[in-house]
């Protein structure tokens, strides 16, 4: 047992020399690190690479729908598109007049708007009107005027005067149009 133990003393202090005059294990550590690095950062380009393709697409499909759209470009009201995903409508187009009257609750940017639901773009009181009125329209496929709410430049609630109207394509999108008929602003009380 002592001669066991002997050869084993005398084995651990020669990988232990050799380990001091070599470095081995520090060096296969910093091999084995540069080699994941080199991994990793490979994985990291090809990332960005489809990150980027992404973007393009979505760039593209948000000027395709513009297009698509572009019968209400010039329209004097504020029109928009929403597409019914699920239990969510999502925009998909607003025309520029939308962005001349609505556009300060989202930078004045025609793009930033679409891809978003009501609930991630207002209050939820507001948000919820519109999605009720959405919800009766894509279900009775009637048209219907509401009076429903927005905000203004200064932060005031505002009426508004609303159609809405349903078109289905190809037996599956629902889409949901809405165009603002009129602006009901309060008068400011003189004191």
Same mark, same amino acid.
């Given at each position: 047992?002592?001669?066991?133990?002997?050869? $084993?003393?005398?084995?651990?202090?020669?990988?232990? $020399?050799? /380990?001091?005059? +070599?470095?081995?294990?520090?060096?296969?550590?910093?091999?084995?690190?540069?080699?994941?690095?080199?991994?990793? +950062?490979?994985?990291?380009?090809?990332?960005?690479?489809?990150?980027?393709?992404?973007?393009?697409? !979505? $760039?593209?499909?948000?000027?395709?729908?513009?297009?698509?759209? $572009?019968? #209400?470009?010039?329209?004097?009201?504020?029109?928009?598109?929403?597409?019914? +995903?699920?239990? @969510?409508?999502?925009?998909? #187009?607003?025309?520029?007049?939308?962005?001349? /009257?609505?556009?300060?609750?989202?930078?004045?940017?025609?793009?930033?708007?679409? =891809?978003?639901?009501?609930?991630?773009?207002?209050?939820?009181?507001?948000?919820?009107?519109?999605? /009720?009125?959405?919800?009766?329209? !894509?279900?009775? =496929?009637?048209?219907?005027? !509401?009076?429903? /709410?927005?905000?203004?430049?200064? =932060?005031?609630?505002?009426?508004?005067?609303?159609?809405?109207?349903?078109?289905?394509? *190809?037996?599956? *999108?629902?889409?949901?149009? =809405?165009?603002?008929? @009129?602006?009901? +602003? #309060?008068?400011?009380?003189?004191?």
């Amino acid at each position: 047992m002592n001669k066991l133990a002997v050869k $084993s003393k005398n084995i651990i202090l020669k990988i232990t $020399s050799l /380990e001091k005059k +070599r470095k081995i294990i520090a060096n296969a550590s910093l091999l084995l690190l540069t080699v994941s690095t080199y991994f990793l +950062r490979s994985e990291n380009q090809e990332v960005k690479i489809q990150h980027a393709t992404l973007q393009e697409k !979505s $760039s593209n499909l948000k000027q395709n729908m513009i297009i698509f759209n $572009s019968n #209400y470009e010039d329209f004097p009201l504020p029109v928009w598109q929403k597409v019914k +995903r699920g239990d @969510e409508f999502i925009i998909q #187009y607003i025309n520029p007049n939308y962005v001349t /009257e609505f556009g300060h609750i989202f930078n004045n940017d025609q793009y930033a708007l679409i =891809g978003k639901n009501n609930f991630e773009i207002f209050s939820k009181k507001i948000a919820q009107l519109y999605y /009720e009125n959405d919800v009766a329209v !894509s279900i009775t =496929g009637s048209r219907i005027e !509401s009076i429903e /709410e927005a905000i203004d430049k200064e =932060g005031k609630i505002i009426k508004l005067k609303v159609i809405k109207w349903r078109d289905i394509k *190809d037996n599956k *999108d629902t889409l949901v149009y =809405g165009m603002v008929k @009129e602006i009901i +602003r #309060y008068p400011q009380v003189i004191k």
